[in-house]
């Protein structure tokens, strides 16, 4: 049972623009939650986190939505340019242990 | 030099072949891990080290085995490889006192088994 999710495997948004990745989890005792961009041939690297007792955090251009009610949280990118285009992941803590979701590819066009 | 270092980058291998993937750190943190990385699936664990004399199973340990030789080294093997071991392998480490800064990942292997 896949306890973090993100089930849109692509988004495809214009530059300038708002990009919005979901992301949904199932479990209660994830202590934080963490966005991950990454680029073909490269490992990948840490972009924003959010606290479970928050409900939001901004860094930039970067900003983390998190809906403890719904088991969701969300990565707003904006604006949107097109060296954001890569794959990103949501991930949840857990006692220091990380599980993540399967990745939603971002487009960014010019 | 990288934070973390992850070898060889790419490998081939044959079907019941042993083959050790090394994973080295700077960064100076106690805690190490080994992700898979298959399409649509996402980073899984497959094992991970909370210190030099602690070692933990992940979600999908079996047909892999880790060692900690030093707090900056963690290594995976898969001691008889088959081609559904066929990913990208991404080491990473962790400090204990920062979680809201999350992992930093190696560049990751490519491995290959025919």
């Known amino acids: 049972d896949q306890q973090v999710k993100q089930n849109s495997p692509s988004l495809s948004v214009q530059e300038g623009r708002i990009s919005i990745l979901n992301c949904d989890y199932t479990?209660?005792?994830?202590?934080?939650f963490l966005w991950y961009k990454k680029y073909p041939a490269e490992g990948p690297t840490f972009l924003i986190s959010i606290s479970s007792i928050k409900d939001k955090n901004e860094d930039g251009r970067f900003t983390v939505f998190l809906n403890k009610s719904a088991k969701h949280l969300s990565l707003h990118i904006v604006p949107s340019q097109p060296g954001d285009s890569a794959v990103y992941f949501c991930?949840?803590?857990?006692?220091?242990?990380?599980?993540f979701g399967q990745g939603t590819i971002l487009t960014v066009h010019p | 030099d990288a934070d973390v270092t992850q070898t060889p980058r790419n490998r081939i291998t044959k079907t019941g072949k042993r083959i050790m993937l090394e994973c080295s750190q700077t960064k100076g943190h106690d805690r190490m891990y080994w992700y898979r990385q298959d399409p649509g699936l996402g980073l899984r664990l497959i094992y991970y080290s909370f210190d030099v004399k602690d070692i933990n199973k992940g979600e999908i340990s079996d047909g892999y085995s880790v060692s900690r030789q030093a707090q900056a080294k963690f290594s995976l093997s898969l001691e008889s490889a088959i081609p559904n071991q066929t990913a990208l392998y991404f080491c990473a480490t962790s400090d204990r006192d920062s979680p809201w800064h999350g992992y930093t990942f190696g560049s990751g292997t490519r491995l290959t088994v025919v």
């Open positions: 991930a949840a803590s857990e006692y220091g242990k990380l599980t």
């Open positions: 479990n209660s005792m994830f202590d934080y």
